[in-house]
C-alpha cells in the first residue's frame, strides 16, 4: 500500500455515499491490478500483446458506472475498466488474451476486438473509427424501440481524425439520437502529439460545428466524470440527443507495450504521475475517513486472488484444436431458409417494380425492417423504388440519410446490434467505396469474430449501357465475392428479383444485391402479386443442350439470350447464376460435365473477376470432360467511359457472339 498524501486533484463528492464512493476506487483498483500482472506476463512471453491504460482509469469505470448495465458501451483498446466493471468473468478475459475456446472469439482475434450481448458491450476493431457509426444504429434502434436507453461510444483524440469520427456526429446529430460519444483525448496517437494531429483548442469544440453540446472532463477526476456523466446520460434518456465529451487524461504507457514511451518528455511523465487517478483518490477518499487500509488490503486480496484463480483456470484449459468445419460453419450465422411458393395471380412487372414491391411487402412482414438510403423517403428514391413507402410505414422505418455511406453502413450495423434489420441503399453501386471499410471489415468478419449477426442488406444499382460514365456505371461484385462473411446476389430478371430480395432480408448474414440499371426498365416479365422467396445458391438452367454451357449473370443474361436467339442451331444450356455467393457449383459442374465446352460472361472488366474463379473452377473439377479451354469474355480493363460509342466498345457483349462461335469450333 502506498503512502498517504493530500491530494493532486480537486474532488466533489456531491451527494454520493461512501459505498458509491469505495465503489468507484474498487471498480478503479481490479483493471489497474489486473494490468499489472499483464505486464509481468508479456514480458514472460504468456500473451502475445498489451494495450495499456494505466492513468485512463477513471474514464472507463466512471462512465460505466454511470450508465445502466443494459445500455451498450462500445469501449477501445485502453478500456478495460468497461468490461471489469461490467463484471466480466476474469477467466473469459484471460481466456480471450491467451487464444482460448472460452475466450469471446475463439481464438479468432486478440485483446479487446471482440463485444458481447450478455454484458451489452461491443467491441472495437483496429480501422477505430466504423464504431463511432456502430453506436449510431444501437441508439437507433433504441429511440425506434422508445426504451429511453443511451448508449456510450469512445475514441481516442488519434480517431478524431477519422472521416467516420464526422460522418458519424453528423449523423447522430441530424437524426438526435442518445449517443455520449466520449474522447479518450491522451495526447499521443501512437507517438503523434496531439499538436500534429488537430488545431482547434479542444476537440470539445468540433461538437458546435455539429450541433451538439460538448464538454471537457478532467479524465483522471472519477467523481467529476461519473456524476457528469451520470447527470447527462438520464438527460439523454429523457430528451434524446448526442452530447460529445473530451476528457483531458494521459498514456503513460506505450501505444502497446512494444512501442515505449521514449518519446514523451520526461517532465510531462512525471507531471501525469503525480495525477494519476487512483493513487489521488485513495488520498481523498483517506482523507474523507471513507477509506482505511483495512478496507484496502482487503480489495488488493479479493483482487488477487480473483485474478490468480482466473488465471491458473485459463492455464489449465487446453490450447484450441484447428478444425476446418468449425472454422467454416462459424463465417456466416445459421439461415433456416423458409420456402414460401408464389401464388398463381401474377401480374407483369418491370424489374424495378418487382424490386419495389419485393421490398414493400418485406417491409409488411417485418415491422423491425428499416430502409436507409439518400433520397429514398419524400422523393423516393433516384429510381423511384421506395415512392409513397414514407406515407406506407413512415419516416421512422424509411430514413433519408445524409451523403456518408460509411456511417450508414456502420448504423445498419449498430441496428442489427440491437436487434433490427436494415436496408441501405446505396444510390449507385459506385458509392460504395465510401463505405467499404465497415462492409469488408466489420459486417463480414462480424459474425465470425464473435457470433454477431449483421442482418443487413446493401441495394447495390450497378451496370453500364446507360452512358453514366466512370462514377456511375461500375459493376463491382467481385470486390465482395472475395469476402468472406459476405454474401452476393445478382438476379437478372423481375420475378428472380422479387423472390431473392425477399430472401436477402430474411437473412440474418450481410447481402449485397446487385440490381442492374439498364435492366430496371427494360426487362418485364409475370410475377406473383403475393410475398414469396426464392434460395440462395441455385442458378435457373434457362436453357439447356449439348454443344456447350454458357454461364453468366445480371445483363450477361440477356446478352447471351440475344446471341442465342441469332444463332438457333447453337444447342447451348445458359445458366444464369442468380447468386455469386453462394455459388451453385454443382449445377456449373454438371452442366459442363455434360457439354464439354464452357464459356463465362461477365460485365465486369476481365482481370481478377469471377469469371476468373469460376473457370479455375472448372479446369480443376473438369478438365478431363473439356474439349476446348474455358473461355472468359469480361469488358475492357479501362474505367467505363461515358460517350455511347465508347461505352459499347468498352462492353463485353461485343465479343461475346465471336468468341461463343470460335469456342464451338475449337
Same mark, same amino acid.
Given at each position: 500500500?502506498?503512502?498517504?498524501?493530500?491530494? *493532486?486533484?480537486?474532488?466533489?463528492?456531491?451527494?454520493? &455515499?461512501?459505498?458509491?464512493?469505495?465503489?468507484?476506487?474498487? *471498480?478503479?483498483?481490479?483493471?489497474?491490478?489486473?494490468?499489472?500482472?499483464?505486464?509481468i506476463?508479456?514480458?514472460?512471453?504468456?500473451?502475445?500483446?498489451?494495450?495499456?491504460?494505466?492513468?485512463?482509469?477513471?474514464?472507463?469505470?466512471?462512465?460505466?458506472m454511470?450508465?445502466?448495465?443494459?445500455?451498450?458501451?462500445?469501449?477501445m483498446?485502453?478500456?478495460?475498466?468497461?468490461?471489469?466493471?461490467?463484471?466480466?468473468?476474469?477467466?473469459?478475459? +484471460?481466456?480471450?488474451?491467451?487464444?482460448?475456446?472460452?475466450?469471446?472469439?475463439?481464438?479468432?482475434?486478440?485483446?479487446?476486438?471482440?463485444?458481447?450481448?450478455?454484458?451489452?458491450?461491443?467491441?472495437?476493431?483496429?480501422?477505430?473509427g466504423?464504431?463511432? @457509426?456502430?453506436?449510431?444504429?444501437?441508439?437507433l434502434g433504441?429511440?425506434?424501440?422508445?426504451?429511453?436507453?443511451?448508449?456510450?461510444v +469512445?475514441?481516442?483524440?488519434?480517431?478524431?481524425?477519422?472521416? &467516420?469520427?464526422?460522418?458519424?456526429?453528423?449523423?447522430?446529430s441530424?437524426?438526435?439520437?442518445?449517443?455520449?460519444?466520449?474522447?479518450?483525448?491522451n495526447?499521443?496517437?501512437l507517438?503523434?502529439?496531439?499538436?500534429?494531429?488537430?488545431?482547434?483548442? *479542444?476537440?470539445?469544440?468540433?461538437?458546435?460545428?455539429?450541433?451538439? &453540446?460538448?464538454?471537457?472532463?478532467?479524465?483522471?477526476?472519477?467523481?467529476?466524470?461519473?456524476?457528469?456523466?451520470?447527470?447527462?446520460?438520464?438527460?439523454?434518456?429523457?430528451?434524446?440527443? #448526442?452530447v460529445l465529451?473530451?476528457?483531458?487524461?494521459?498514456?503513460?504507457?506505450?501505444?502497446?507495450?512494444?512501442?515505449?514511451?521514449?518519446?514523451?518528455p520526461?517532465?510531462?511523465?512525471?507531471?501525469?504521475?503525480?495525477?494519476?487517478?487512483? &493513487?489521488?483518490?485513495?488520498?481523498?477518499?483517506?482523507?474523507?475517513?471513507?477509506? !482505511?487500509?483495512?478496507?484496502e488490503?482487503?480489495?488488493?486480496?479479493?483482487?488477487? !486472488?480473483?485474478?490468480?484463480?482466473?488465471l491458473?483456470?485459463?492455464?489449465?484449459?487446453?490450447?484450441?484444436t484447428?478444425?476446418?468445419?468449425?472454422?467454416?460453419?462459424?463465417?456466416?450465422k445459421?439461415?433456416?431458409?423458409?420456402?414460401?411458393?408464389?401464388n398463381?395471380?401474377?401480374?407483369e412487372?418491370?424489374?424495378?417494380?418487382?424490386?419495389?414491391?419485393?421490398?414493400?411487402?418485406?417491409?409488411?412482414?417485418?415491422?423491425d425492417?428499416v430502409?436507409?438510403?439518400?433520397?429514398?423517403?419524400?422523393?423516393?428514391?433516384?429510381?423511384?423504388?421506395?415512392?409513397? +413507402?414514407v406515407?406506407?410505414?413512415?419516416?421512422?422505418?424509411?430514413? *433519408?440519410?445524409?451523403?456518408?455511406?460509411?456511417?450508414?453502413?456502420?448504423?445498419?450495423?449498430?441496428?442489427?446490434?440491437?436487434?433490427?434489420?436494415?436496408?441501405?441503399?446505396?444510390?449507385?453501386?459506385?458509392?460504395? !467505396?465510401s463505405?467499404?471499410?465497415?462492409?469488408?471489415n466489420?459486417?463480414?468478419?462480424?459474425?465470425?469474430?464473435?457470433?454477431?449477426?449483421?442482418?443487413?442488406?446493401?441495394?447495390?444499382?450497378?451496370?453500364?449501357?446507360?452512358a453514366?460514365?466512370p462514377?456511375?456505371?461500375?459493376?463491382?461484385?467481385?470486390?465482395?465475392?472475395?469476402t468472406?462473411?459476405?454474401?452476393?446476389?445478382?438476379?437478372?430478371?423481375?420475378?428472380?428479383?422479387?423472390?431473392?430480395?425477399?430472401?436477402a432480408?430474411?437473412?440474418?448474414?450481410?447481402?449485397?444485391?446487385?440490381?442492374?440499371?439498364?435492366?430496371?426498365?427494360s426487362?418485364?416479365?409475370?410475377?406473383?402479386?403475393?410475398?414469396?422467396?426464392? #434460395?440462395f @445458391?441455385?442458378?435457373?438452367?434457362?436453357?439447356? @443442350?449439348?454443344?456447350?454451357?454458357?454461364?453468366?449473370?445480371?445483363?450477361?443474361?440477356h446478352w447471351?439470350?440475344? !446471341?442465342?436467339?441469332?444463332?438457333?442451331?447453337?444447342?447451348?444450356?445458359?445458366?444464369?447464376?442468380?447468386?455469386?455467393?453462394?455459388?451453385?457449383?454443382?449445377a456449373?459442374?454438371?452442366?459442363?460435365?455434360?457439354? @464439354?465446352r464452357?464459356?463465362i460472361?461477365?460485365?465486369?472488366?476481365?482481370?481478377?473477376?469471377?469469371?476468373?474463379d469460376?473457370?479455375?473452377l472448372?479446369m480443376?473439377t473438369?478438365?478431363?470432360?473439356?474439349?476446348?479451354?474455358?473461355?472468359?469474355?469480361?469488358?475492357?480493363?479501362?474505367?467505363?467511359?461515358f460517350?455511347s460509342?465508347l461505352?459499347?466498345?468498352?462492353?463485353?457483349?461485343?465479343?461475346?457472339?465471336?468468341?461463343?462461335?470460335?469456342?464451338?469450333?475449337?
Amino acid at each position: 500500500m502506498a503512502s498517504i498524501s493530500e491530494s *493532486n486533484i480537486a474532488y466533489n463528492k456531491k451527494d454520493l &455515499d461512501d459505498k458509491t464512493l469505495l465503489k468507484l476506487y474498487y *471498480n478503479m483498483l481490479k483493471p489497474r491490478l489486473i494490468e499489472e500482472k499483464m505486464l509481468i506476463l508479456l514480458r514472460q512471453g504468456k500473451i502475445s500483446k498489451w494495450f495499456s491504460g494505466i492513468g485512463q482509469e477513471a474514464i472507463s469505470v466512471g462512465v460505466t458506472m454511470a450508465l445502466k448495465s443494459t445500455e451498450y458501451i462500445l469501449p477501445m483498446h485502453r478500456n478495460l475498466g468497461v468490461f471489469t466493471t461490467r463484471k466480466i468473468p476474469l477467466h473469459r478475459l +484471460f481466456c480471450q488474451w491467451q487464444g482460448k475456446l472460452s475466450g469471446f472469439t475463439k481464438g479468432r482475434d486478440r485483446s479487446f476486438h471482440f463485444g458481447t450481448q450478455d454484458y451489452k458491450i461491443v467491441g472495437m476493431i483496429s480501422h477505430l473509427g466504423p464504431q463511432m @457509426g456502430v453506436a449510431d444504429g444501437i441508439a437507433l434502434g433504441n429511440l425506434l424501440k422508445k426504451n429511453g436507453q443511451v448508449t456510450a461510444v +469512445f475514441t481516442g483524440e488519434g480517431g478524431t481524425s477519422e472521416g &467516420d469520427f464526422h460522418e458519424a456526429l453528423n449523423v447522430a446529430s441530424v437524426w438526435q439520437l442518445p449517443v455520449i460519444f466520449c474522447i479518450e483525448n491522451n495526447g499521443y496517437g501512437l507517438s503523434t502529439p496531439t499538436e500534429q494531429q488537430y488545431r482547434c483548442e *479542444n476537440l470539445a469544440d468540433r461538437g458546435k460545428g455539429y450541433g451538439i &453540446d460538448a464538454y471537457i472532463l478532467d479524465g483522471n477526476n472519477i467523481l467529476e466524470v461519473y456524476t457528469k456523466v451520470k447527470e447527462l446520460a438520464e438527460s439523454l434518456r429523457k430528451r434524446p440527443r #448526442p452530447v460529445l465529451i473530451e476528457f483531458k487524461t494521459f498514456r503513460r504507457r506505450g501505444h502497446e507495450e512494444a512501442s515505449g514511451t521514449k518519446y514523451v518528455p520526461e517532465a510531462k511523465m512525471k507531471a501525469w504521475e503525480a495525477k494519476d487517478p487512483i &493513487d489521488n483518490f485513495k488520498n481523498f477518499l483517506y482523507t474523507e475517513g471513507i477509506l !482505511t487500509p483495512e478496507i484496502e488490503a482487503q480489495y488488493e486480496a479479493q483482487i488477487k !486472488t480473483e485474478i490468480t484463480t482466473a488465471l491458473t483456470s485459463a492455464y489449465a484449459e487446453s490450447n484450441i484444436t484447428p478444425n476446418e468445419s468449425n472454422e467454416l460453419n462459424d463465417v456466416y450465422k445459421e439461415f433456416n431458409y423458409q420456402d414460401i411458393k408464389p401464388n398463381l395471380k401474377v401480374e407483369e412487372l418491370r424489374f424495378v417494380d418487382a424490386i419495389s414491391e419485393g421490398l414493400k411487402q418485406s417491409m409488411e412482414q417485418h415491422n423491425d425492417l428499416v430502409i436507409m438510403g439518400q433520397d429514398i423517403a419524400e422523393y423516393g428514391g433516384v429510381f423511384k423504388i421506395t415512392d409513397g +413507402f414514407v406515407e406506407a410505414f413512415g419516416t421512422d422505418r424509411v430514413r *433519408n440519410t445524409p451523403i456518408c455511406e460509411s456511417a450508414i453502413v456502420e448504423t445498419a450495423m449498430g441496428l442489427s446490434i440491437s436487434g433490427l434489420k436494415s436496408v441501405v441503399e446505396m444510390q449507385f453501386s459506385d458509392f460504395v !467505396t465510401s463505405g467499404f471499410n465497415p462492409i469488408v471489415n466489420y459486417l463480414a468478419k462480424s459474425h465470425y469474430r464473435w457470433a454477431q449477426a449483421a442482418d443487413i442488406v446493401i441495394r447495390m444499382p450497378c451496370g453500364g449501357g446507360v452512358a453514366a460514365g466512370p462514377f456511375h456505371s461500375q459493376t463491382n461484385e467481385a470486390w465482395f465475392t472475395k469476402t468472406p462473411g459476405l454474401k452476393v446476389v445478382y438476379p437478372a430478371f423481375p420475378f428472380d428479383a422479387k423472390g431473392l430480395l425477399t430472401s436477402a432480408i430474411n437473412d440474418p448474414n450481410p447481402v449485397l444485391f446487385f440490381e442492374h440499371k439498364a435492366l430496371y426498365r427494360s426487362i418485364r416479365q409475370d410475377v406473383p402479386t403475393d410475398y414469396y422467396t426464392l #434460395p440462395f @445458391g441455385k442458378a435457373s438452367i434457362l436453357k439447356e @443442350g449439348e454443344s456447350v454451357s454458357i454461364i453468366t449473370y445480371g445483363a450477361g443474361v440477356h446478352w447471351a439470350l440475344e !446471341t442465342l436467339e441469332k444463332h438457333p442451331n447453337i444447342s447451348a444450356d445458359l445458366i444464369d447464376l442468380r447468386t455469386l455467393q453462394p455459388l451453385d457449383s454443382n449445377a456449373i459442374i454438371a452442366s459442363v460435365k455434360k457439354t @464439354g465446352r464452357a464459356i463465362i460472361l461477365q460485365e465486369d472488366s476481365l482481370f481478377g473477376g469471377i469469371a476468373s474463379d469460376l473457370s479455375a473452377l472448372l479446369m480443376e473439377t473438369c478438365f478431363e470432360y473439356l474439349d476446348a479451354p474455358v473461355k472468359r469474355i469480361g469488358s475492357l480493363e479501362t474505367p467505363i467511359p461515358f460517350a455511347s460509342q465508347l461505352e459499347d466498345q468498352y462492353l463485353g457483349k461485343r465479343k461475346f457472339e465471336k468468341a461463343l462461335i470460335s469456342l464451338l469450333a475449337y
